[in-house]
């Protein structure tokens, strides 16, 4: 997923505190600084309030209302005085997260099509925030482009006038603020235990978490009683607050409406991870080719070889603070029409050879094809490969990893791993080669951590919300690559530029000619 950092701020008593980025695409880095507005979310609205410009924010009081981040980075974990701060801060979080996940409107309104719930931002101040009369007058009076603060003011003249966010004393940041429900087979225990464990909430939203960094453990829980038993319904509610100014254009109508990191969003990676944990259980490995054979050890090890590389690979285009690298652009001799981007990334370490510097090539384009034939194209194996054999990974069919043998055209035959996966919000292709020693230790059972992973792919996102129009899609190409010759970590020989510029480029023209017949 090619989307902005975001801080997730969940607040949960009797537990370790994680600061958590979402995930952030190479390319997203532009100077507007338009920000959504979601304090009055009536998709009919085109006051200032609902404007793209509004920089309102509803969970922000005009007085003393604190944001759990800022009161977690700004005080010692340490202190005791400070430690039932947070906890009463996190207590009240959760009384207010169940309240807000039970009451219907006005509180949650249906936005386009009515397949997203969008929060009330007057309504939430309203029964949440520290809200008086003047400042309900104030959001009246801008609901309804009434822009005069007293009798006396010129409406023509608005020179004078302040920005808005100076007016309501609110803090220039976006408010994600949706809720979703849905079916989730697991239970109540292994979704609290997902959420409390930094490295399974990593592993579990790769395409939407980037980075989980605890910032300390408040009290240690005890088990207060069982949670056996299938939990049904799962009412997911995200309401923070993110900077999304350096968010690319072609990614901000997405951002903006809640799509990218949105409720409906997290509940589909979770259901993801719940089918994930489900295919870990089942022994059964499907084979096309009579000659390949797959033992039932070697299930679980090609799973989680196949998600150390998906994880890597959102890592790998992300432009969270772990990647100390900037992206850089193509120099200009090599620069062609498409706006590729690469950064260096870690060493490759093999036993024997000496280590080798890894580099990643990325770019972000929009077509105007929906994204469910975006994936089948891209995922279809008898169009480029054969498939030896594969796991199911979820309930539709093109939800797999597989294992895979490529033929090129000087006759060489190269095994790969691939995941395909795809649901309402997003999907991805990911593959990455494996060497037949290697591979035949995976199918085996052999230990997943030892096989070298250089992850490619594609990750692809509707590029704007149901109920908007024709719904394309945003394609987020990336290729890793090392080579023995990137003689210095900061370096990147021209050669090596051109040959990847070259197999991007490629790669775009060919998918543009499948569905673009001017092209």
Avoid at 211 to 219: K, M, S
Avoid at 250 to 279: D, Y
Avoid at 323 to 341: K, Q, T
Avoid at 506 to 513: G, M, N, P, V, Y
Wanted: overall charge negative; charged content about 20%; some cysteine.
């Amino acid at each position: 997923m090619n989307d902005n950092d975001q801080d997730d701020e969940d607040d949960v008593s009797g537990s370790g505190e994680y600061e958590a980025d979402d995930e952030d695409h190479h390319d997203e880095g532009s100077d507007n600084e338009d920000s959504d507005s979601l304090l009055v979310n009536n998709p009919d609205d085109q006051s200032e309030l609902n404007s793209p410009d509004s920089y309102s924010s509803p969970n922000v009081s005009v007085h003393h209302m604190q944001r759990a981040s800022d009161l977690l980075m700004a005080v010692s974990l340490g202190s005791e005085p400070n430690k039932s701060r947070i906890i009463k801060q996190a207590t009240d979080s959760m009384e207010e997260l169940v309240k807000m996940a039970t009451t219907g409107e006005p509180l949650w309104q249906r936005r386009g099509t009515g397949e997203m719930e969008i929060l009330n931002g007057l309504q939430y101040l309203r029964q949440f925030g520290s809200f008086d009369s003047t400042m309900e007058a104030i959001i009246k009076m801008v609901e309804n482009g009434e822009h005069q603060l007293s009798p006396n003011h010129d409406p023509l003249d608005n020179q004078n006038m302040p920005p808005l966010a100076t007016i309501l004393a609110f803090e220039p940041l976006h408010i994600e603020a949706t809720r979703e429900f849905g079916f989730v087979n697991a239970t109540a225990s292994t979704i609290v235990k997902l959420f409390m464990d930094m490295d399974l909430w990593c592993n579990a939203f790769p395409t939407i978490v980037a980075r989980a960094t605890p910032l300390g453990i408040l009290q240690h829980g005890v088990p207060a009683g069982s949670y056996d038993g299938m939990l049904k319904v799962v009412t997911w509610v995200e309401h923070v607050e993110s900077d999304n100014k350096w968010v690319h254009p072609i990614f901000k109508p997405i951002v903006n409406s809640g799509l990218a990191f949105g409720a409906q969003r997290w509940v589909a990676m979770i259901n993801r991870h719940c089918h994930w944990t489900e295919a870990l259980m089942d022994q059964r490995i499907i084979t096309r080719d009579p000659a390949a054979f797959f033992p039932r050890a070697g299930r679980n090890s090609l799973l989680r070889v196949a998600e150390r590389m998906t994880g890597g690979f959102f890592k790998n285009i992300s432009s969270c603070s772990d990647n100390a690298n900037a992206w850089l652009p193509l120099p200009a001799p090599i620069s062609g029409n498409e706006d590729i981007r690469f950064r260096i990334g870690d060493l490759l370490i093999l036993p024997g050879r000496d280590p080798s510097s890894t580099v990643i090539f990325t770019t972000s384009l929009q077509l105007p094809v929906p994204p469910k034939i975006l994936f089948d194209f891209l995922a279809d194996y008898r169009m480029r490969e054969k498939e030896l054999g594969y796991v199911r990974t979820g309930e539709i069919p093109e939800n797999k990893v597989s294992v895979l043998q490529v033929k090129f055209a000087n006759a060489i035959e190269i095994l790969y791993i691939q995941e395909n996966f795809a649901d309402p919000t997003g999907s991805h292709v990911v593959f990455a080669p494996v060497d037949t020693p290697a591979m035949i230790s995976i199918v085996n059972g052999g230990n997943p951590e030892l096989a070298t992973i250089l992850p490619s792919g594609f990750s692809i996102l509707p590029d704007k919300a149901p109920g908007n129009g024709p719904v394309g899609s945003i394609l987020t190409i990336a290729f890793k690559t090392a080579d023995n010759n990137l003689s210095s970590e900061n370096y990147v020989p021209t050669e090596v530029l051109r040959t990847m510029d070259g197999v991007l480029t490629t790669t775009i023209h060919k998918i543009r000619k499948a569905f673009l017949a001017d092209d």
